[in-house]
């Protein structure tokens, strides 16, 4: 039951991160948050749904080097639909780690 909540979680995050990846950014957003680290992690570990959690727990360097860079982030520089997108990243990335 926790892996299929896991990956229910994560297949949200997937897909709040591609439609707002897709979506025009605010100046602000393209400037200051990175995603780029974050989005080849979870195209590498996530396939259909489900989370390869064995092989990003191999990759703690990435994920903390994603979470370094979140928190230079001045979030109320962000629009609303950007900072929830920011906090739901910032959220999983950080639930990653401690898996």
């Known amino acids: 039951m926790k892996r299929h909540l896991a990956a229910a979680i994560m297949t949200i995050v997937l897909s709040i991160f591609l439609h707002t990846a897709g979506a025009p950014a605010s100046q602000a957003a393209e400037t200051l948050v990175d995603n780029r680290i974050y989005a080849q992690l979870l195209g590498r570990y996530v396939q259909n749904g489900v989370v390869d959690y064995a092989g990003l727990k191999g990759q703690e360097a990435q994920l903390d080097r994603y979470l370094d860079h979140l928190a230079e982030i001045d979030t109320g520089q962000l629009s609303d639909k950007e900072r ?10 950080w639930s990653l780690n401690g898996t």
């Open 84 to 93: 929830f997108a920011f906090y739901v990243n910032a959220y999983y990335d």
